[in-house]
């Protein structure tokens, strides 16, 4: 098995989201060369949808659902959404116990999710906050919500760390926010490269939990 893992030659041309890049590539990819150290990896961080066929690229890690006739879909995981503030910035604000409190209240918006979704008993709410600052940068909105300025819909696994030191403070907690879900899309292709084939094994049996628990 070490010498069929020595003999794997090339290179990977993977694209991901900018916040996936920042906090899930970096231990993931280690665990991939490290067990396949001749294959490279090219990594393209952008929130936009790449071609994947023009742009020849092997894998494409996505948000939501992707559709085309030359595309293969698969599930990686559903991907755990918190709602977070800065301590001081709720301390000098107004009380926040239920969604609707959010239209009091500095919103700090991804612009591929402007509705904010939240279910309690079934029955769910569905809302367009008040934007005071939109992006397509989670580690933007990260680091403004960090600075106190509002109140943000995050992914678990990025904002989880900031909640575990006290930095920021999950809201809401008896309600729920749907979850959405990391694809991971690939060329339909008669004749799979080894490097390839072995990146799909990687992915099938890698622990992507992190995703759906935020740890």
């Not at 006739?69 to 604000?93: E, T």
């Not at 769910?124 to 509002?150: E, H, K, N």
């Amino acid at each position: 098995m070490t010498n069929l893992k020595e003999q794997l030659v090339g290179t990977l041309k993977i694209t991901c989201p900018e916040v996936t890049a920042s906090y899930f590539m970096p231990t993931f990819l280690h665990g991939f060369t490290t067990q396949f150290p001749r294959i490279a990896v090219e990594l393209i961080a952008t929130n936009r949808h790449l071609d994947i066929i023009s742009e020849r690229i092997d894998f494409a890690f996505r948000v939501g659902t992707t559709t085309g006739q030359d595309l293969i879909v698969r599930r990686v995981s559903s991907i755990k959404r918190v709602l977070v503030s800065a301590p001081a910035y709720l301390a000098a604000g107004s009380p926040l116990r239920e969604p609707t409190d959010l239209l009091h209240h500095r919103c700090l918006v991804h612009d591929a999710q402007p509705e904010w979704v939240f279910s309690s008993d079934d029955t769910p709410i569905v809302m367009r906050p008040p934007a005071a600052a939109t992006s397509d940068s989670m580690g933007f909105l990260l680091q403004s919500c960090i600075a106190g300025g509002g109140v943000a819909l995050l992914p678990a696994y990025v904002c989880q760390p900031s909640v575990a030191v006290g930095r920021l403070v999950e809201l809401l907690p008896g309600w729920e926010i749907p979850p959405y879900e990391m694809m991971l899309i690939f060329p339909n292709l008669t004749n799979q490269s080894k490097a390839q084939a072995a990146f799909r094994y990687y992915v099938n049996t890698f622990d992507c939990s992190a995703f759906a628990v935020g740890r």
